[in-house]
């Protein structure tokens, strides 16, 4: 009978160190183009969609800050879909990419969000020129990464707000750059909550060991 009450005690109060991660884009739902080819125009597009239950609004915005002396084809390109986000700039093009999203709806739902992470699947930094992302939540920076090759992103997060929640990721570098990411998700930490049939079991393990003291008692 100890035996039993023993095993349901450790199965109740075990914890699971993380839970699922929640998506944020899987760059799929949702496909977009923005692209400039002007100086100093921005370029951008706002779009709400649901994923994995919760409701997100994304914005898109391609800023063109200068153009080379090629002529007025080049461009920055930021393309959506098919499960990666694909940044471009043509040779001799500056330009800052703003990707954010309300992420208000996830505050009901998400305990503790411990980090938000991004795979950059490939990229091309051309002419020894970085290709850099910042990350920002509610306007305060979280860091900042430079990326010459694949690699995974991930930055801490802190505590998200009763209300008003935007998630920010700033991507910039040299001309003639290029760049493949591939989802956005929050990692979370969280403790598991018992199971109904967790629960009963360490029911059954407390009224055995009473019933135990009972019996010993009756004898004594």
Known sequence: MKALFGVAAAL??????TAAPIAIDDF??????????????AVSSASAYTLGGNLFTRMLEVNQTEHGTSGPLLASTANIGFGTLKLSNDSQTNSLIDLSYDIDSLVDDVAGASSMT????????????????????????LGSQTFTGPGMLSFSLPALAASGN????????GTAYDAE???????VSATEV???ATL???GLGLLAVGASRRRRKAVA
């Open 12 to 17: 109740l109060f075990s914890t699971a160190a």
């Open 28 to 41: 799929e739902t949702l496909q977009s183009v923005t692209d400039t080819t002007n100086d100093g125009v």
């Open 118 to 141: 991004l795979d950059v699947l490939f990229t091309d930094a051309a002419e020894g020129m970085p290709f850099t992302i910042a990350g920002y939540l509610n306007d305060a920076l």
């Open 166 to 173: 935007d998630l920010r990721l700033m991507f910039s570098g």
């Open 181 to 187: 990411l591939g989802p956005i998700a929050l990692q």
């Open 194 to 196: 018992p199971e109904p």
């Open 200 to 202: 009963g079991l360490l």
